[in-house]
C-alpha cells in the first residue's frame, strides 16, 4: 500500500501536469478538461447554493430552538463542516480523481473502504438531488401561489421529474455549458444574498438583537404539519435545529467529483473545495441574520411553516423587489439541481470506471462529441426523480445529509488511520501536524449527525439508513469481496 499512497503530485497547475498524475493514478483522460479554478469553485458554491437550502429549510432551524439555532446553530456547524472540509481538501490535493471519495478510500483505506464510500456517496448525492427539486417546486408553489389541482401530489411529483430531465438534457450537452451555467449561478447566489440581506436591514426599523441567542421552544409547529412534534427538551431541539445548516453545507465534494475536468487539479480543487464551504457559510449566515430580524414575530414566522421566507420578504420589501428576488431566488435553485445532477454523474462514472456499479460497462460510457458521461446522467437522473414520489422532503433532505456526510468521513478516517504511515506524500495543499486532530472531530461529529438525522419527524431514515448499511454488509461479504478489484493502482499493487 505505501507505493499508491506515494504519489508525488506533479508541479505546475496546467492539463499536461495534470494527466501525468492521472496516469500515475492509473486512468486516461477522457473527460474534457476545461474548468478553471473559479469553475471549479463555483460548482460547489452552486451545490451548496445558500439560496436553496438557506431558504428552504429555514423553517427547520426557526421551529426547533428558534433564533438560537440561526444566530449560534449555523456558525457551529458551519465550523464543524469546515473542518470535514480542510481535512477532505488535504487528500484532494493528493489524488485529484473523478471518482473523488470512493478514490480516496480506497487507496487510504483498502478496498471495503472504497467501495462502502462510493455507495454512500451515490445514495447522499442523489437523495440531494431529489431533496433540491422538490424543495425547489414547493417554494415555487408557497411563492407564487401556483395552482396544483385536485390532485397536487402528483403534479408536484410530474413536475420535480420535469425539472430533473431538464438538467440531464443541459447536462447531457458537456462540461463547457455546465460550467458556464454554474459559473453564473456562482455569482447570482452572492448578488442575491447580498441584496436580499441589505434590502431586509434596511426595511427594518427596529432590531431584536437577543432573537439571535434567545432559545425558544418552537416544537408543534405549524399546527397540523409541525416541523418537529412537541417536546420539552430546549437543548435537544437546539440539537435539532443542526440539521438546518448541515443539510445547506453540503455538495462541497462537487470540486473533487469535477477534478478529471480542472485545470491544475491538486491545487484548484482543495481552494475549491475550503473556498465554497468559507463562502457559503459567511454569506449564508449574513442572509438567515437578516431573515430572523426581519420577521415581524419568531412565533408567527414558526407558523408559516416553509412558506415563512416568502411571507417575510412579502411583509417587509417593496413588491417589484420581493417578487425580483424570488424570481431569482427560484432560478438559483433549479441551478443548484443542475450542478448536483453534475456531481453525482461523474461519481457514477467514476465508480462504474472501476466497474463498482451494476451495468458498468455501460454506465462509465463517455460521448465522444460532448466528452461527458451522458449515459450516467441521465440514470442518475431518473433515479433522482423516482424518489420523490416515495419520501416527504424533509426526510429526503435528513438521509441526504447523513449519508454524504457518512461518505466524507469514512475517507477522512482512513486517512487518519494511514497518515504517516501508508500515507506518507501529499499534494501541494496540506494541513502538516493539524490533519489528524481536525479529522477526529470530523469523525466525531459526523457520528452525532447521524444520531440527529433520523429522530422524528425523520424516523423513517432509521430503516432507510439502518437497511442501507445491512445491505451493503450483505453484499460485500457475500459477493463484491470478490468480485470488485477496486481502482487500478489497488490492482497494480495486488498484482
Known amino acids: 500500500m505505501r507505493s499508491l499512497v506515494s504519489v508525488t503530485t506533479p508541479s505546475g497547475p496546467d492539463a499536461a501536469s495534470d494527466e501525468a498524475l492521472l496516469h500515475k493514478l492509473g486512468y486516461r483522460q ?13 460548482i460547489s458554491l452552486s451545490i451548496i447554493c445558500i439560496l436553496a437550502g438557506g431558504i428552504t429549510s429555514f423553517h427547520v432551524g426557526l421551529a426547533s430552538a428558534g433564533g438560537a439555532s440561526i444566530g449560534l446553530g449555523w456558525p457551529l456547524v458551519c465550523l464543524f463542516s469546515l473542518t470535514v472540509a480542510v481535512t477532505m481538501a488535504q487528500i484532494a490535493s493528493a489524488f485529484p480523481t473523478a471518482g473523488g471519495l470512493y478514490h480516496w478510500g480506497s487507496l487510504l483505506g483498502g478496498r471495503f473502504c472504497g467501495w462502502a464510500t462510493a455507495w454512500f456517496n451515490l445514495a447522499g448525492l442523489v437523495t440531494v438531488l431529489a431533496a433540491i427539486n422538490a424543495g425547489t417546486f414547493d417554494f415555487a408553489v408557497a411563492t407564487f401561489g401556483l395552482p396544483t389541482g385536485a390532485n397536487p401530489a402528483l403534479v408536484k411529483t410530474l413536475a420535480v421529474v420535469g425539472m430533473t430531465l431538464l438538467q440531464a438534457l443541459l447536462n447531457h450537452y458537456g462540461i463547457r455549458l455546465t460550467t458556464r451555467l454554474t459559473d453564473f449561478s456562482g455569482w447570482l447566489i452572492l448578488v442575491v444574498a447580498v441584496v436580499l440581506a441589505g434590502a431586509l436591514l434596511v426595511a427594518t426599523r427596529h432590531f431584536e438583537w437577543a432573537r439571535l441567542w434567545t432559545l425558544t421552544n418552537l416544537s408543534g409547529l405549524p399546527e397540523g404539519a409541525p416541523v418537529f412534534p412537541r417536546q420539552d427538551n430546549l437543548a435537544w ?30 491545487h484548484n480543487v482543495p481552494r475549491g473545495i475550503v473556498r465554497s464551504v468559507v463562502v457559503s457559510s459567511l454569506f449564508g449566515w449574513g442572509m438567515i441574520v437578516a431573515l430572523l430580524l426581519a420577521m415581524p414575530d419568531v412565533r408567527a414566522g414558526a407558523e408559516q411553516g416553509a412558506a415563512v421566507v416568502p411571507w417575510i420578504m412579502k411583509m417587509r420589501l417593496p413588491s417589484v423587489l420581493a417578487w425580483a428576488l424570488l424570481g431569482a431566488i427560484v432560478l438559483s435553485q433549479f441551478l443548484c439541481g443542475l450542478a448536483a445532477l453534475t456531481s453525482v454523474s461523474r461519481m457514477t462514472y467514476a465508480f462504474a470506471r472501476d466497474g463498482g456499479l451494476p451495468g458498468s460497462d455501460w454506465l462509465r460510457a463517455v460521448n465522444p462529441h460532448t466528452q461527458s458521461p451522458s449515459v450516467a446522467v441521465w440514470t442518475s437522473a431518473v433515479i433522482s426523480a423516482l424518489l420523490i414520489v416515495l419520501l416527504r422532503y424533509e426526510t429526503i433532505a435528513a438521509i441526504g445529509t447523513v449519508f454524504l456526510y457518512i461518505s466524507y468521513v469514512l475517507p477522512v478516517a482512513a486517512g487518519f488511520l494511514a497518515y504517516g504511515s501508508r500515507w506518507t506524500r501529499f499534494g501541494p495543499w496540506t494541513l502538516g501536524w493539524a490533519y489528524r486532530p481536525l479529522a477526529l472531530v470530523a469523525t466525531s461529529g459526523c457520528l452525532f449527525l447521524l444520531v440527529i438525522g433520523v429522530q422524528p419527524p425523520n424516523q423513517q431514515a432509521v430503516p432507510i439508513v439502518g437497511g442501507a448499511i445491512l445491505l451493503m ?19 497494480a499493487k495486488a498484482a
Do not use: K, Q
Open 237 to 266: 431541539l437546539f440539537c435539532l435545529g443542526f440539521l438546518f445548516p448541515a443539510y445547506t453545507i453540503t455538495g462541497f465534494d462537487a470540486s473533487a467529483h469535477t477534478s478529471e475536468e480542472t485545470v491544475g487539479a491538486a
Open 30 to 42: 477522457e473527460l474534457a478538461r476545461r474548468m478553471s479554478g473559479f469553475s471549479n469553485f463555483a
Open 473 to 491: 454488509l450483505i453484499v460485500w461479504f457475500s459477493v463484491e469481496r470478490r468480485r470488485f478489484r477496486g481502482p487500478p493502482a489497488l490492482t
